[in-house]
T-cell receptor, first 115, second 112 residues
Framework: AQTVTQSQPEMSVQEAETVTLSCTYDTSESDYYLFWYKQPPSRQMILVIRQEAYKQQNATENRFSVNFQKAAKSFSLKISDSQLGDAAMYFCAYDTQGGSEKLVFGKGTKLTVNP | NAGVTQTPKFRILKIGQSMTLQCTQDMNHNYMYWYRQDPGMGLKLIYYSVGAGITDKGEVPNGYNVSRSTTEDFPLRLELAAPSQTSVYFC???????????FGNGTRLTVT
């Protein structure tokens, strides 16, 4: 079974600085998708970014980018120019080729942004 | 466009009681999911459905039941509530595999 590991339960960053959240996963598949979701204190789950495993290029969305290392099974999220509104729980998720049922989530990293 | 709507937002149950968590989506999505979120444990899949009339178990189905009589609705039934079912429950949907999930706002359930 696929597993997703987020080794940093908590992280903190100064406003305007850059922070990287780590995620590793275990799989024997060659084609899959990876996601980062953000959960602010409001509890709403918000998609941050998506990466397709067969694409070499790392995905970016404004201040958010990923470092996808397929051979190492690593999928880290970099947040540049951190803002107070970035404070949240961040979840890494793996989506198998079977797709419909197997979106597996990590345990999350709590990000604090200090003014 | 309401997206995914969950009701209620909060609920307190006594041990042994039953209840249904409602979930409806207006995006005509085939795939629907129920997750539970325990502190420090991420999200675990309870049940999912790939279309009306089709449901299947996820990672933690014990103590729960679901039905999918329409594309829009995917209620989660708790029978004989136990303290271990205290959690935040999320319903989610998506139109096709590999698409991002659309989440509801969650239901915080406490069983005492």
């Amino acid at each position: 079974a696929q597993t997703v590991t987020q080794s940093q339960p908590e992280m903190s960053v100064q406003e305007a600085e850059t922070v990287t959240l780590s995620c590793t996963y275990d799989t024997s598949e060659s084609d899959y998708y990876l996601f980062w979701y953000k959960q602010p204190p409001s509890r709403q789950m918000i998609l941050v970014i998506r990466q397709e495993a067969y694409k070499q290029q790392n995905a970016t969305e404004n201040r958010f980018s990923v470092n996808f290392q397929k051979a190492a099974k690593s999928f880290s999220l970099k947040i540049s120019d951190s803002q107070l509104g970035d404070a949240a729980m961040y979840f890494c998720a793996y989506d198998t080729q079977g797709g419909s049922e197997k979106l597996v989530f990590g345990k999350g990293t709590k990000l604090t942004v200090n003014p | 466009n309401a997206g995914v709507t969950q009701t209620p937002k909060f609920r307190i149950l006594k041990i042994g009681q039953s209840m249904t968590l409602q979930c409806t989506q207006d995006m005509n999505h085939n795939y629907m999911y129920w997750y539970r979120q325990d502190p420090g444990m991420g999200l675990k899949l309870i049940y999912y459905s790939v279309g009306a009339g089709i449901t299947d178990k996820g990672e933690v189905p014990n103590g729960y039941n679901v039905s999918r009589s329409t594309t829009e609705d995917f209620p989660l039934r708790l029978e004989l509530a136990a303290p271990s079912q205290t959690s935040v429950y999320f319903c989610a949907s998506r139109g096709q595999t590999y698409s991002p999930l659309h989440f509801g706002n969650g239901t915080r359930l406490t069983v005492t």
